[in-house]
């Protein structure tokens, strides 16, 4: 199992539940963006006082491998890495495990930039630094 520096426990609700009775897809991105918010401000990073500053945070692209469905109460955690993947772009390696027995869910890659007042990719320094240890 990989080493994450960020892991984020989390149950499943019923209303995140398709006509099949397992999480629908779509709610997967939202508990890895929950994941991604609670991973930055653990680390300093502050969405708000960047968006007040102009710098706006985005997703640029989402990879995810579904393997496993979960259901109805089930506990899970996520785990996130986070990485430069580029000049101008991070990456958010981000998997999620079910609790009970450890098994793979899903592997997602996130790559996402910053965007500075006028529109254009530029990474903060101190995002940049962050990404360097």
Sequence with gaps: MKD???RIEME?????????????NSVYQQYLEHARHEFLKSIGVDFKAYADRGINLVVVRAELDYRQPLTSGDRFWIGVRMERESAARFAFHQ???????????LQGKIIGTALNER????IPEELAALLQQ
């Design 95 to 105: 998997d999620i495990f079910r609790l009970t027995d450890d098994r793979l869910v």
């Design 119 to 122: 529109g254009r990719p530029r």
């Design 12 to 24: 499943v609700r019923d209303y995140e539940l398709d006509m099949q009775g397992i999480v629908n």
């Design 4 to 6: 994450y520096p960020f």
